[in-house]
């Protein structure tokens, strides 16, 4: 019951994160139709995929928030009480080397096309921060552009389903 209530919450927040993107920019009664326009595409996959795609960099941008906001639900779902803890627990799961690690798990069940992305992610990676492996940053930055490309194209069914599998490798 719990774990469906998580997934029925990560869709609905999803969803109305991608409402409140596509309506930026436009005030009230453009905001409102673009919300339901959103909510239409939401329920469409076809109509998001025919959004043009932003490059790999900007993918892994909207995915990284994806995975930290999919990571902190769980923990504070699990009812740990101490704030540090938490925040202990979240960075140990959203470190380069953790999603690396999760992304090399999962990659033989990958689509061709997912694949193709996450390769699109890890090469326009760059070099990455001193803390992190190279090759671990580039492949978390591919699990991220993955994560960002399902989100942008509407794909929250694939997407709730990889991030319940990868998180399940804690």
């Known amino acids: 019951m719990r774990e469906e209530r998580k997934e029925r919450l990560l869709g609905s927040w999803l969803a109305a994160l991608n409402a409140r993107r596509l309506a930026r920019g436009q005030g009230g009664a453009e905001q409102a139709e673009a919300a339901r326009r959103s909510e239409a595409s939401a329920e469409d996959p076809a109509e998001a995929m025919r959004r043009p795609l932003p490059p790999p960099l900007h993918l892994a941008y909207l995915g990284d928030a994806v995975w930290e906001l999919h990571v902190r639900t769980r923990l504070v779902a699990s009812g740990e009480d101490r704030l540090s803890d938490i925040h202990r627990r979240a960075v140990d799961q959203v470190r380069a080397a953790a999603q690396a690690g ?55 069914e694939r997407l709730q389903e990889l991030l319940e599998r990868v998180s399940g490798q804690e």
């Open 102 to 156: 999760r992304l090399r798990q999962i990659e033989a069940e990958l689509t061709e096309e997912e694949r193709a992305m996450v390769r699109r992610g890890r090469n326009a990676s760059p070099q990455g921060p001193r803390t992190a492996e190279a090759s671990d940053y580039r492949w978390s930055t591919g699990f991220e552009c993955l994560l960002g490309y399902l989100y942008w194209t509407g794909q929250v």
